[in-house]
């Protein structure tokens, strides 16, 4: 559902937001490993999410990437996949045809349509804060 990058840049904001619980600054090494994406890969990522004002980095000695704790509990996940992704996972066919439209539908239209709405509201409703903490408390995981 969701593109291979976006689902990296999901991860690695979860992982760069859990470590700003605890103060940490993660360096890009330490976040492609732990979200298990190629380093160059996860680089192209972090610019994203830094443009998108998502993730904070910081260069030198005792740089990395943080997340503003304060900002955790106003971050949703929808801004995530809205700067890798777009807005397409909303708008998009469920069979990827560019055609399929409400004057127009594919054989599963309606039914995705109503997956697409439930989808849009739990990306609208989840706070970077709540996974966070999910990761923080051990009842959630990133990397096995």
């Not at 470590?19 to 890969?41: H, M, T, W, Y």
């Amino acid at each position: 559902m969701f593109s291979k990058a976006c689902e990296y840049g999901i991860r690695a904001t979860i992982f760069i937001a859990s470590e700003s619980l605890k103060n940490n600054r993660v360096g890009q090494k330490e976040i492609a490993e732990e979200i298990d994406s190629p380093v160059a890969f996860t680089a192209k990522i972090l610019q994203k999410l830094v443009h998108c004002n998502i993730v904070s980095s910081a260069k030198g000695v005792g740089g990395g990437f943080s997340i503003d704790k304060f900002r955790l509990k106003e971050i949703k996940l929808v801004e995530i996949v809205e700067a890798i992704d777009g807005d397409s996972i909303f708008r998009g066919c469920g069979l990827g045809l560019s055609d399929c439209s409400e004057d127009h539908p594919c054989p599963v239209h309606e039914k995705f349509k109503s997956i697409r709405g439930e989808l849009a509201t739990m990306l609208e409703d989840t706070t970077l804060e709540e996974l966070a903490l999910g990761i923080k408390s051990g009842n959630t995981f990133l990397r096995y």
